[in-house]
C-alpha cells in the first residue's frame, strides 16, 4: 500500500463534495457528469449552457492543478482497442444506468438512494472483477 | 448569467478535485480496484469523504424550499431497482476496470493533453449517445431523456 496518498484523497474528495453542494444549493442540480454529458446529446439536449460551463470549469480546475505543480499523472496501460472499447462501454453502461461514479457514487450516495448505492456497489465490484481478470487470470 | 457563473465555479472545484486527488489518473483509479495486486485504497477516501461533506450539505440545502438561484431542486424521484440499472452499472463497471477511467476524469483530464484521453472521451460520447437505442433494441422501454448522475 505505499501508493495510498490519504492526505491528497480527503482534500480533493472534500473538493468534490464541495462542488456538489455548491451546485445544489446555488442551482438546484446534481453534479452528476454522465448525467451531465446526457443531457447535451443531440436527442436529449436541455439546458446545455450551464452544462457546458461546467464543463469548461472541470477542464480548467485541472489544468490550474496541472500548471500549479507541473506533474503529468495521466498514463495508460493498455492498447488502442481496449482504450476505445472501455470508452464506448462507459458512455453506455453510464447512460443506460442512469449515472458514474459521481451521480451515483458521489451524490446519490449522499442522497441516500437505494438505486445509487445497488448501482455504486455494482459498478465497483464489476470494475474490481474486470481489473482481476484482466492482470492476474489473463495477465495484460 | 449567475447560475452559469455558479456552474463554471462549481466544476473548476470539481476539477481541482479530482486532480488534487489523483483520481484523473487511470493508474490510481485501476491500482483502487485491484484487490488483489498492490492495493491502493485512496478512492475510498475521495468518495467518501465527498460523500460526507455532500451528504451534510444536502440536509441542510433541503431545509429550503428552493435553491437560491432556481425555482425548484431538480431531484430524481425513483427508488426502484431495475434491470437496466444493474445492467448499465454493470457495463459501465467493466469499461472503468478495463482503461480505469469514469466520466468525470476523463474530460478532465484532457487537460494532460494525452491523445488516449481525446480517443476515451470520443469513444464514451458515442457510447452515451448510442445506449437509449441499445436499449431500444433488446426491447425494454425507452431510456428517460436527461438523466441524472
Excluded at chain 1, 84 to 97: A, D, E, S
Excluded at chain 1, 107 to 129: D, K
Excluded at chain 2, 61 to 75: A, N, Y
Amino acid at each position: 500500500m505505499e501508493n495510498f496518498t490519504p492526505i491528497s484523497a480527503l482534500v480533493g474528495g472534500s473538493l468534490i463534495g464541495l462542488s456538489a453542494a455548491l451546485l445544489f444549493a446555488l442551482n438546484g442540480r446534481l453534479a452528476g457528469i454522465s448525467g451531465l454529458l446526457a443531457g447535451l446529446m443531440p436527442a436529449a439536449r436541455q439546458d446545455a449552457t450551464w452544462r457546458v460551463m461546467f464543463l469548461v470549469g472541470l477542464i480548467v480546475g485541472t489544468g490550474v492543478w496541472l500548471a500549479a505543480t507541473g506533474r503529468p499523472v495521466v498514463a495508460f496501460d493498455v492498447g488502442w482497442p481496449v482504450i476505445v472499447g472501455g470508452g464506448v462501454l462507459t458512455g453506455i453502461g453510464t447512460r443506460i444506468g442512469a449515472g458514474c461514479t459521481s451521480g451515483h457514487g458521489v451524490c446519490g450516495l449522499a442522497r441516500l438512494s437505494p438505486r445509487s448505492l445497488v448501482a455504486t456497489v455494482t459498478f465497483v465490484g464489476v470494475g474490481g472483477l474486470t481489473v482481476f481478470v484482466a492482470r492476474h487470470v489473463m495477465g495484460v | 448569467m449567475a447560475r452559469n457563473l455558479v456552474a463554471l465555479a462549481a466544476g473548476l472545484i470539481f476539477g481541482l478535485g479530482l486532480a488534487i486527488s489523483e483520481m484523473v489518473s487511470p493508474l490510481k483509479v485501476k491500482a483502487f480496484l485491484d484487490v488483489a495486486g498492490d492495493w491502493d485504497p485512496s478512492l475510498i477516501l475521495v468518495m467518501g469523504s465527498a460523500v460526507v461533506v455532500s451528504f451534510v450539505a444536502f440536509r441542510l440545502i433541503l431545509r429550503r424550499p428552493q435553491p437560491v438561484l432556481d425555482l425548484k431542486f431538480d431531484i430524481p424521484t425513483r427508488r426502484d431497482i431495475d434491470g437496466r440499472l444493474v445492467g448499465g452499472a454493470v457495463v459501465f463497471g467493466v469499461g472503468w476496470g478495463l482503461v480505469g477511467l469514469c466520466p468525470g476524469p476523463a474530460l478532465s483530464g484532457l487537460v494532460y493533453g494525452n491523445v488516449e484521453s481525446f480517443v476515451f472521451v470520443g469513444a464514451m460520447l458515442v457510447g452515451l449517445a448510442i445506449g437509449p437505442r441499445l436499449v431500444t433494441l433488446v426491447g425494454a422501454p425507452p431510456v428517460a431523456s436527461a438523466t441524472p448522475g
